[in-house]
Protein backbone atom coordinates (compact mmCIF):
# COMPACT_ATOMS: atom_id res chain seq x y z
CA UNK A 1 0.00 0.00 0.00
CA UNK A 2 1.62 2.90 -1.36
CA UNK A 3 0.49 5.66 1.02
CA UNK A 4 3.27 8.63 -1.04
CA UNK A 5 3.47 8.07 -4.40
CA UNK A 6 6.21 9.89 -7.04
CA UNK A 7 4.49 9.11 -10.49
CA UNK A 8 7.59 9.70 -12.52
CA UNK A 9 10.52 7.86 -12.14
CA UNK A 10 12.88 10.24 -14.02
CA UNK A 11 13.11 13.51 -15.44
CA UNK A 12 14.96 15.37 -17.30
CA UNK A 13 15.50 19.22 -17.57
CA UNK A 14 18.00 22.35 -19.39
CA UNK A 15 20.09 23.89 -16.82
CA UNK A 16 18.75 27.35 -15.91
CA UNK A 17 14.96 26.04 -16.43
CA UNK A 18 12.54 25.25 -13.60
CA UNK A 19 12.00 21.86 -12.71
CA UNK A 20 8.94 20.57 -11.30
CA UNK A 21 8.74 17.49 -9.21
CA UNK A 22 5.32 16.02 -8.14
CA UNK A 23 3.97 14.00 -4.97
CA UNK A 24 0.98 12.71 -4.30
CA UNK A 25 -0.13 11.13 -0.64
CA UNK A 26 -3.19 9.24 0.37
CA UNK A 27 -3.34 9.10 4.03
CA UNK A 28 -4.82 12.39 5.47
CA UNK A 29 -3.38 12.11 8.63
CA UNK A 30 -0.06 13.31 7.24
CA UNK A 31 0.66 16.63 7.91
CA UNK A 32 4.48 17.34 7.68
CA UNK A 33 6.23 16.47 4.24
CA UNK A 34 10.02 16.55 3.46
CA UNK A 35 11.97 16.61 0.15
CA UNK A 36 15.39 14.34 -0.07
CA UNK A 37 17.86 14.27 -2.31
CA UNK A 38 19.92 11.36 -2.34
CA UNK A 39 23.60 11.18 -5.04
CA UNK A 40 24.62 7.70 -5.94
CA UNK A 41 26.53 5.87 -3.15
CA UNK A 42 25.38 8.50 -0.66
CA UNK A 43 22.34 8.46 1.92
CA UNK A 44 19.61 10.80 1.56
CA UNK A 45 20.09 14.37 2.55
CA UNK A 46 17.34 16.59 3.60
CA UNK A 47 16.16 19.68 1.28
CA UNK A 48 13.23 21.12 2.58
CA UNK A 49 10.19 20.54 4.49
CA UNK A 50 6.48 22.19 4.49
CA UNK A 51 4.07 21.44 7.51
CA UNK A 52 0.23 21.12 6.64
CA UNK A 53 -0.40 24.58 8.09
CA UNK A 54 1.46 26.09 5.15
CA UNK A 55 0.58 25.87 1.37
CA UNK A 56 4.17 27.20 0.47
CA UNK A 57 7.52 26.91 1.74
CA UNK A 58 10.49 28.58 -0.28
CA UNK A 59 14.49 28.20 0.55
CA UNK A 60 16.81 29.62 -2.17
CA UNK A 61 16.06 28.08 -5.19
CA UNK A 62 13.73 25.55 -3.68
CA UNK A 63 9.68 25.86 -3.15
CA UNK A 64 7.97 23.30 -2.18
CA UNK A 65 4.33 23.70 -2.71
CA UNK A 66 1.61 21.90 -0.80
CA UNK A 67 -2.33 21.35 -1.97
CA UNK A 68 -4.07 19.38 1.63
CA UNK A 69 -7.28 19.35 -0.71
CA UNK A 70 -5.84 17.50 -3.68
CA UNK A 71 -3.49 15.52 -0.97
CA UNK A 72 -0.31 16.62 -3.56
CA UNK A 73 2.80 18.44 -3.45
CA UNK A 74 5.78 19.46 -5.74
CA UNK A 75 8.75 20.64 -5.42
CA UNK A 76 10.46 23.38 -8.05
CA UNK A 77 14.28 24.29 -8.62
CA UNK A 78 14.97 27.52 -10.21
CA UNK A 79 17.25 27.82 -11.78
CA UNK A 80 18.07 23.96 -12.54
CA UNK A 81 21.76 23.39 -11.98
CA UNK A 82 23.91 20.36 -13.22
CA UNK A 83 24.56 19.67 -9.51
CA UNK A 84 21.10 19.16 -9.09
CA UNK A 85 21.13 16.02 -10.74
CA UNK A 86 20.18 13.08 -8.30
CA UNK A 87 17.09 11.09 -6.91
CA UNK A 88 14.59 13.08 -5.25
CA UNK A 89 12.41 11.39 -2.35
CA UNK A 90 9.37 12.92 -1.40
CA UNK A 91 8.28 11.85 2.89
CA UNK A 92 5.47 12.57 4.86
CA UNK A 93 4.92 11.90 8.47
CA UNK A 94 1.85 12.25 11.56
CA UNK A 95 -0.85 10.73 12.05
CA UNK A 96 0.34 10.00 15.71
CA UNK A 97 3.30 8.39 14.97
CA UNK A 98 5.71 11.45 14.14
CA UNK A 99 8.71 9.29 14.39
CA UNK A 100 8.06 7.46 10.97
CA UNK A 101 8.63 8.74 7.44
CA UNK A 102 6.94 6.58 4.58
CA UNK A 103 8.92 7.75 1.70
CA UNK A 104 8.14 8.22 -1.78
CA UNK A 105 9.81 5.65 -4.37
CA UNK A 106 11.43 8.78 -5.71
CA UNK A 107 12.27 10.96 -9.04
CA UNK A 108 15.85 10.57 -10.93
CA UNK A 109 16.25 14.35 -12.00
CA UNK A 110 19.26 15.05 -14.89
CA UNK A 111 19.76 18.86 -15.00
CA UNK A 112 21.72 18.87 -18.60
CA UNK A 113 24.36 21.69 -19.46
CA UNK B 1 33.52 14.49 11.26
CA UNK B 2 30.95 12.23 9.63
CA UNK B 3 27.00 12.90 11.49
CA UNK B 4 25.87 9.72 10.42
CA UNK B 5 28.25 6.74 9.76
CA UNK B 6 27.47 3.31 8.73
CA UNK B 7 29.88 0.56 8.45
CA UNK B 8 30.82 -2.04 6.71
CA UNK B 9 29.87 0.33 3.66
CA UNK B 10 29.83 -3.32 1.46
CA UNK B 11 29.30 -6.53 2.72
CA UNK B 12 28.55 -9.76 0.89
CA UNK B 13 27.52 -13.09 2.78
CA UNK B 14 26.05 -16.46 1.98
CA UNK B 15 22.72 -17.45 2.64
CA UNK B 16 22.37 -18.59 6.22
CA UNK B 17 24.88 -16.56 7.50
CA UNK B 18 24.67 -14.27 10.69
CA UNK B 19 25.99 -10.47 9.91
CA UNK B 20 26.15 -7.47 11.84
CA UNK B 21 26.05 -3.83 10.67
CA UNK B 22 27.21 -0.64 12.99
CA UNK B 23 25.29 2.72 13.47
CA UNK B 24 27.19 5.36 15.01
CA UNK B 25 25.65 9.26 15.33
CA UNK B 26 27.51 12.31 16.47
CA UNK B 27 24.87 14.47 16.48
CA UNK B 28 23.51 14.32 19.88
CA UNK B 29 20.24 13.04 19.07
CA UNK B 30 17.78 11.38 21.09
CA UNK B 31 16.21 9.20 17.97
CA UNK B 32 17.96 6.69 15.56
CA UNK B 33 16.96 4.24 12.39
CA UNK B 34 17.21 1.33 10.57
CA UNK B 35 15.47 2.07 6.63
CA UNK B 36 15.64 -0.85 4.32
CA UNK B 37 16.12 -0.09 0.51
CA UNK B 38 14.81 -2.25 -1.59
CA UNK B 39 15.50 -3.57 -5.35
CA UNK B 40 11.99 -1.02 -6.11
CA UNK B 41 14.03 1.61 -4.71
CA UNK B 42 11.64 2.03 -1.67
CA UNK B 43 12.89 3.31 1.50
CA UNK B 44 11.00 1.67 4.24
CA UNK B 45 11.57 2.28 8.15
CA UNK B 46 12.19 -1.20 9.50
CA UNK B 47 13.05 -0.16 13.53
CA UNK B 48 13.33 3.22 15.83
CA UNK B 49 15.30 3.66 19.26
CA UNK B 50 14.52 6.88 21.35
CA UNK B 51 17.09 6.71 23.97
CA UNK B 52 17.78 2.83 24.11
CA UNK B 53 14.27 2.08 23.83
CA UNK B 54 12.14 0.75 20.74
CA UNK B 55 9.32 2.71 19.72
CA UNK B 56 9.10 1.70 15.91
CA UNK B 57 9.12 -2.15 15.07
CA UNK B 58 7.51 -2.19 11.46
CA UNK B 59 6.90 -5.72 10.28
CA UNK B 60 10.22 -7.17 10.09
CA UNK B 61 10.85 -10.48 10.80
CA UNK B 62 13.08 -11.39 13.90
CA UNK B 63 15.71 -12.81 11.78
CA UNK B 64 16.66 -8.84 12.43
CA UNK B 65 17.42 -7.38 15.31
CA UNK B 66 18.49 -3.62 16.52
CA UNK B 67 20.82 -3.23 19.30
CA UNK B 68 21.34 0.44 20.83
CA UNK B 69 24.32 -0.05 24.16
CA UNK B 70 23.85 3.83 23.88
CA UNK B 71 21.79 6.73 22.12
CA UNK B 72 24.53 7.50 19.59
CA UNK B 73 24.81 4.04 18.13
CA UNK B 74 21.94 1.60 17.12
CA UNK B 75 23.67 -1.59 15.58
CA UNK B 76 21.35 -4.18 13.12
CA UNK B 77 22.37 -7.83 13.78
CA UNK B 78 20.89 -10.45 11.28
CA UNK B 79 20.52 -14.01 11.84
CA UNK B 80 20.43 -16.94 9.09
CA UNK B 81 20.20 -14.38 6.24
CA UNK B 82 18.17 -15.19 3.31
CA UNK B 83 18.50 -13.91 -0.54
CA UNK B 84 15.44 -11.64 -0.29
CA UNK B 85 17.57 -9.53 2.44
CA UNK B 86 20.02 -8.72 -0.25
CA UNK B 87 19.07 -4.21 -0.16
CA UNK B 88 20.84 -1.05 1.15
CA UNK B 89 20.81 -0.32 4.61
CA UNK B 90 20.57 2.85 5.64
CA UNK B 91 20.86 4.41 9.26
CA UNK B 92 19.26 7.63 10.18
CA UNK B 93 19.01 9.93 13.59
CA UNK B 94 16.85 12.94 14.70
CA UNK B 95 16.15 14.68 17.49
CA UNK B 96 12.52 13.47 19.33
CA UNK B 97 10.76 16.01 17.55
CA UNK B 98 10.18 14.56 14.06
CA UNK B 99 9.46 18.23 12.70
CA UNK B 100 13.24 18.22 12.21
CA UNK B 101 14.74 16.61 9.24
CA UNK B 102 16.38 13.07 9.49
CA UNK B 103 19.78 12.53 9.25
CA UNK B 104 21.32 9.50 7.21
CA UNK B 105 24.48 7.54 7.08
CA UNK B 106 25.68 6.45 3.43
CA UNK B 107 24.23 3.47 3.53
CA UNK B 108 24.94 -0.43 3.97
CA UNK B 109 24.59 -2.31 1.05
CA UNK B 110 24.23 -6.08 1.77
CA UNK B 111 24.42 -8.55 -1.08
CA UNK B 112 23.63 -12.25 -0.41
CA UNK B 113 24.23 -14.86 -2.47
Known amino acids: DQQVKQNSPSLSVQEGRISILNCDYT??????FLWYKKYPAEGPTFLIS?????DKNEDGRFTVFLNKSAKHLSLHIVPSQPGDSAVYFC????????????FGKGTLLTVNP | DTAVSQTPKYLVTQMGNDKSIKCEQN?????MYWYKQDSKKFLKIMFS???????INETVPNRFSPKSPDKAHLNLHINSLELGDSAVYFC????????????FGPGTRLTVL
Open chain 1, 27 to 32: NSMFDY
Open chain 2, 92 to 103: ASSQVDLRTEQF
Open chain 2, 27 to 31: LGHDT
Open chain 2, 49 to 55: YNNKELI
Open chain 1, 91 to 102: AASGGGSNYKLT
Open chain 1, 50 to 54: ISSIK
